[in-house]
C-alpha cells in the first residue's frame, strides 16, 4: 500500500510535462498507511508522535518508566547535576527514593520572619524544616504545624514517615517560652528531652526548639522535642 498520494494523478495518454511531474512531487501528502495510529499520526499532512506513543524501550536500554500520575521511575540519574543551571529550571517539586540516598552536600532552605512570637504562631512545613525568628518574643506561643495553608501535614505524611524541623526563637531581655503545641490545628503533647516540658525562655539568646515528628497512625502523632540555648 503507497505511504504517499502524489499531488498530481496521471491517466494513461496524458502529457507528462515539467508543471505536472513539479505537482506530483511538490503537493504529494501523506497517505493514511504512512502511520500506524499507535505510535504516530498524521497531523496537517505530517507525520507526528503519537501522545503516549513512545515507550521506554525505544529511548534507551534499561530506559526509565511513568505512569498516568506522571510519576517517573529510573535506576539513577547519573552525570548531569540537576539544578545545574539554574535551581528554578531544573528542580524537583518532591523527590521520593526508596532504599539508601547519597548525597555529597545538602543546602537547607529556612523561613526567616522577622515578627516575634506570641500566640498561636502557623509554622508551615512546605516552606521548610528550619523556621528562624529573628524579631524577640513577645509573649508564650503555640506552635501549629502545619503542610501550610492548603495542605495538612497529615496529607504530607504516610504512616510510618517522620519530619524534623527547628524553631529559632529569638529572646529579649523578657523571655517567653513555648507553651503549647498543634499539628493542622489539633491539640498534641510533645515529649521532651529530660521528661519536662519548658516553663521559662532564655532572656537575650536564641533558644532553639527541635521537633522530630512520626506519624503512627492517620492525624496522629509523636512528637519528640528540646530546648537549647544558643547565647
Do not use: C, H
Not at 525505544?58 to 547535576?81: D, F, R, V, Y
Request: aromatic residues 8%; proline residues 3%.
Amino acid at each position: 500500500m503507497p505511504i504517499l498520494a502524489t499531488g498530481n494523478t496521471f491517466a494513461t495518454g496524458d502529457s507528462v510535462t515539467a508543471t505536472t511531474l513539479n505537482n506530483a512531487v511538490n503537493n504529494a501528502t501523506f497517505a493514511a498507511n504512512a502511520v500506524d495510529n499507535v505510535t504516530t499520526q498524521l497531523s496537517g499532512g505530517a507525520v507526528i508522535v503519537r501522545d503516549g506513543g513512545i515507550t521506554p524501550a525505544k529511548l534507551s536500554t534499561g530506559a526509565p518508566t511513568w505512569n498516568t500520575s506522571s510519576q517517573m521511575s529510573a535506576g539513577s540519574i547519573e552525570s548531569t547535576p540537576i539544578g545545574l543551571n539554574g535551581p528554578s529550571s531544573a528542580a524537583f517539586t518532591t523527590l521520593s527514593a526508596s532504599g539508601t540516598t547519597k548525597v555529597y552536600e545538602m543546602i537547607e532552605r529556612a523561613s526567616i520572619s522577622g515578627t516575634g512570637l506570641s500566640g498561636t504562631v502557623n509554622f508551615n512545613a512546605l516552606d521548610g524544616a528550619v523556621a528562624y525568628v529573628t524579631a524577640s518574643a513577645t509573649g508564650n506561643w503555640t506552635i501549629n504545624l502545619r503542610g501550610d495553608g492548603s495542605n495538612t501535614l497529615n496529607a504530607m505524611m504516610a504512616t510510618g514517615d517522620s519530619f524534623t524541623f527547628v524553631v529559632l526563637a529569638t529572646q529579649g531581655a523578657t523571655a517567653y517560652y513555648q507553651s503549647g503545641m498543634q499539628i493542622d490545628g489539633n491539640s498534641v503533647t510533645p515529649k521532651w528531652a529530660g521528661g519536662t516540658a519548658p516553663a521559662a525562655g532564655n532572656a537575650s539568646s536564641i533558644d532553639a526548639y527541635s521537633f522530630v515528628v512520626i506519624k503512627t497512625a492517620s492525624a496522629t502523632f509523636t512528637v519528640l522535642a528540646s530546648q537549647t540555648k544558643f547565647a
